[in-house]
């Protein structure tokens, strides 16, 4: 069954697929950016694939130049019982990803949250704000170059 997704992901366009890799059976795809939207639709709707289920969206922070970020997609196919997860790639510069809230409409959450902990963008999002820290807040907690302990008087503390 990888293979098969595979090939349909290959399919897309010539070298949709940057790296793959298996471990205990499950299928990680590392696609161009670009392509998610059309990915994600595509792996919904085939029936042979049948990846109705969003589990899960979020992001890594490799902290490196290129490439800083990866957002990350866990899918499930309840009527084959398997799983793949999908990622790309996003610069640190300008952190941008279409947004997969028009395949499952249960992103939208993910995604806010995505944005509001590592500051990514999604593109096309009906409603992306931040979901934890105020809107005024500029910094992005999740991401590797945040300060362990916060930021001294970032955010008014409640007085005891």
């Known amino acids: 069954m990888n293979?098969?997704?595979?090939?349909?992901?290959?399919?897309?366009?010539?070298?949709?697929?940057?790296?793959s890799q298996e471990f205990r059976g499950d299928?990680?795809?590392?696609?161009?950016?670009?392509?998610?939207?059309?990915?994600?639709?595509?792996?919904?709707?085939?029936?042979?694939l049948a990846f109705a289920m969003l589990i899960?969206?979020?992001?890594?922070?490799?902290?490196?130049s290129e490439a800083r970020f990866e957002v990350?997609?866990?899918?499930?196919?309840?009527?084959?019982?398997?799983?793949v997860r999908?990622?790309?790639?996003?610069?640190?510069d300008h952190p941008a990803v279409s947004s997969v809230?028009?395949?499952?409409?249960?992103?939208?959450?993910?995604?806010?949250?995505?944005?509001?902990?590592?500051?990514?963008?999604?593109t096309g999002h009906p409603d992306l704000r931040r979901l934890y820290m105020p809107e005024e807040f500029e910094y992005y907690p999740l991401r590797k170059d945040f300060p362990l302990m916060g930021i001294p008087d970032s955010i008014p503390l409640p007085r005891r």
């Open 72 to 83: 990350v997609y866990h899918l499930y196919s309840l009527a084959h019982r398997r799983y």
């Open 27 to 48: 299928l990680t795809v590392t696609l161009r950016a670009d392509l998610i939207v059309r990915a994600c639709t595509l792996l919904r709707d085939d029936p042979e």
């Open 86 to 92: 999908l990622k790309v790639l996003a610069d640190e």
């Open 56 to 64: 899960d969206l979020t992001a890594v922070d490799r902290y490196r």
């Open 3 to 19: 293979e098969r997704i595979l090939e349909k992901l290959n399919a897309l366009e010539p070298h949709a697929v940057l790296a």
């Open 101 to 122: 809230t028009g395949v499952w409409p249960s992103a939208n959450w993910h995604e806010r949250e995505t944005y509001d902990m590592f500051g990514i963008r999604f």
